[in-house]
T-cell receptor, first 115, second 116 residues
Framework: GENVEQHPSTLSVQEGDSAVIKCTYS??????FPWYKQELGKRPQLIID?????GEKKDQRIAVTLNKTAKHFSLHITETQPEDSAVYFC??????????????FGKGTKLSVKP | SAVISQKPSRDICQRGTSLTIQCQVD?????MFWYRQQPGQSLTLIAT?????????ESGFVIDKFPISRPNLTFSTLTVSNMSPEDSSIYLC?????????????FGPGTRLTVL
């Protein structure tokens, strides 16, 4: 089955710097890769996702890149702000026939943005 | 996206008892899932709640311990049976399909369970 590895487990940056979180997956059939942000005591919130037919997707200060050959995808946050501090989870799954398989999550990255 | 609610938001239970957690969505969704998140850990899928049929459980989770109902396209329940302190965790439902779109999953607010 699918296995998702996520690095680093913790990341500390200065406000205004960029942050990059990387994930690798094992199942080459996976074709959908979402990223979730979870603030302390809150539910995971979907912040961006990418499908395997796209190499990069951007939404304001966040972007995700996907390398299908190497089976890895990354989250990039530019101009970080203190409110970006949270735990970020990557996930992978196979979407087929309009139905989704089970999301397999990485172990999470705790991002701290220092003012 | 869909509005998802869970009841109860938290509970403290005695070992050996059972707790039923409800997940309600404000629109019809194709997929409903139940996850467990232990403190400081990632999310682990317990089962997929299938409307009108038995749930599909992941390895390590069994129906006798975590019975699930899905009577319609907007509601599901997860029961944690014969609880022990090891069951202390946050239990989250997620939904996908329908108005949320086929690919995306959105999470409910979670139920924080403490077993004494």
């Amino acid at each position: 089955g699918e296995n998702v590895e996520q690095h680093p487990s913790t990341l500390s940056v200065q406000e205004g710097d960029s942050a990059v979180i990387k994930c690798t997956y094992s199942d080459s059939a996976s074709n959908y890769f979402p990223w979730y942000k979870q603030e302390l005591g809150k539910r995971p919130q979907l912040i961006i996702d990418i499908r395997s037919n796209v190499g990069e997707k951007k939404d304001q200060r966040i972007a995700v890149t996907l390398n299908k050959t190497a089976k890895h995808f990354s989250l990039h946050i530019t101009e970080t702000q203190p409110e970006d501090s949270a735990v970020y989870f990557c996930a992978a799954t196979l979407i087929y026939g309009g139905s989704q398989g089970n999301l397999i999550f990485g172990k999470g990255t705790k991002l701290s943005v220092k003012p | 996206s869909a509005v998802i609610s869970q009841k109860p938001s938290r509970d403290i239970c005695q070992r050996g008892t059972s707790l039923t957690i409800q997940c309600q969505v404000d629109s019809q969704v194709t997929m409903m899932f139940w996850y467990r998140q232990q403190p400081g850990q990632s999310l682990t899928l317990i089962a997929t709640a299938n409307q009108g049929s038995e749930a599909t459980y992941e390895s390590g989770f069994v129906i006798d311990k975590f019975p699930i109902s899905r009577p319609n396209l907007t509601f599901s329940t997860l029961t944690v049976s014969n609880m022990s302190p090891e069951d202390s965790s946050i239990y989250l439902c997620s939904v996908g399909g329908g108005v949320t779109g086929a690919d995306t999953q959105y999470f409910g607010p979670g139920t924080r369970l403490t077993v004494l």
